[in-house]
């Protein structure tokens, strides 16, 4: 399962709040609530937040394999 925990924690680092995120780069609210709930998001997501917050896609999402 891939889960965005370290995406809350960039976006801390980097001062950049959900709403920056939202009125200022675009990202819409469906997007970020996919994310909250480690939901599907689709690539293009995933490399629009890399680029704004100049990081790579570790720092933002991990694979946490799930139990058998």
């Known amino acids: 399962m891939i889960v965005f925990d370290k995406l809350w ?5 980097k001062d950049i709040s959900q709403y920056k995120l939202i009125k200022e780069y675009g990202i819409s609210t469906g997007q ?3 994310l909250r709930k480690n939901a599907n998001v689709n690539t293009y997501t995933l490399n629009q937040l890399c680029k704004i917050l ?3 896609l570790s720092d933002i999402a991990e694979f946490i394999p799930e139990k058998k």
């Open 54 to 56: 100049n990081c790579k």
């Open 9 to 13: 924690l960039t976006l801390k680092n």
């Open 32 to 34: 970020l609530d996919r």
